[in-house]
């Protein structure tokens, strides 16, 4: 009677040359994919290795290739809508190209992301997509580099890194969407952002070290001093890190004397706590508040009013930094690409005039004429 392999234990490479009645680096190539191996060998090889349920060790795999066949990915929030579609972006395209993923989430926090980096490389990945939380402590992503295994970016650029990225351009996108605001009327506007501070108001643009979020407040604020607002950093908050903070901050925003009467999110998660502390404060959108956020989604086209967004191509984004990388995994040599791919603004019904005027430094009601 054959002996079969105990299933108390792992199958190696053994028993499966043992099966096949090869040697076991013949069988160690077939499984591997690498070197020469007879056709013969290898049918014999695969067909013992399915029999015996042979499960590969891609750590050991991993040491006699070099190679993983894994791509780390580091994002901010996975939380996040926008990052769970760049992800799923990446995957599809890694899944095409052969390869597999590992994710991890820094939280927006730098020794969070470098722990994740370290950890990915303890893994042998072949390279990395990392979402960078900041642009002023980059060593770790210096040293991807300097390693030799690929390294690209998604979604926020870092100029004083050579590395493929892939963006949109979040400064223009920015002033699009608060001329919007700007044209209906609006004068006292708000910007709302994760990125955390001391005190969570806006000093200076230096307190910004995310370059996505650093570049749709520049966007912002220019088109606030064309427009002849002032001081319009006044009502530029910062920390809106989770549900509870950003309700803390929403409702302190608009329980003032001088609330904004629109308000930009700079995320859908945000959006959808402030649209929500807008309606537990008895304000309606767009009646006293004018809503646009940045991503389109589910909700914002389900509530009443539908909420008009920034539409960023997620997925594409994540689609667009996978195939970079898979190109430098796979031998190609080019200087390093800056993608930076086109966005729209879907307007609904989230944006209306103002409810009052601002007239030598008080409100008054629009009149009817």
Known sequence: MKKTTPKSRSVTVSD???????SKATAARALG???????????DVMAAAKALDYRPNELARSMTTGKSGIIGVVVGDIENPFFSLAVRGISDAARAAGFNVILANSGEQI????????????KRVDGLIVTPSESRDVTHLRDIHRSGRPLALLDRALPDLDVDTVTVDDRDVAIRATRILVNAGHR????????DAEGHELRDLSQIYTSSVRERIEGFLAVCHDAGITDPKRHVRLGATSPEETRRIA???LSTPDRPTAILASDSLIGLELFKVIQALGLSVPGDISLITFHDADWTSVTSPPITVVDQPVYAL???VAELLIRRLKGETRPPERLILPTSIIERGSVGPPPEEVTGGSRTKPSSD
């Open 111 to 122: 020794e969070a992301e470098k722990a994740a980096v370290r950890l990915l490389i303890g």
């Open 16 to 22: 499966v040359a043992r099966e096949a009645k090869v």
């Open 188 to 195: 006292h506007i708000a910007y709302v952002t994760a990125v």
């Open 251 to 253: 409702t302190g925003l």
């Open 33 to 43: 994919g690498y070197g020469t191996v007879s056709e013969k060998a290898h049918e």
């Open 318 to 320: 994540g689609k667009s």
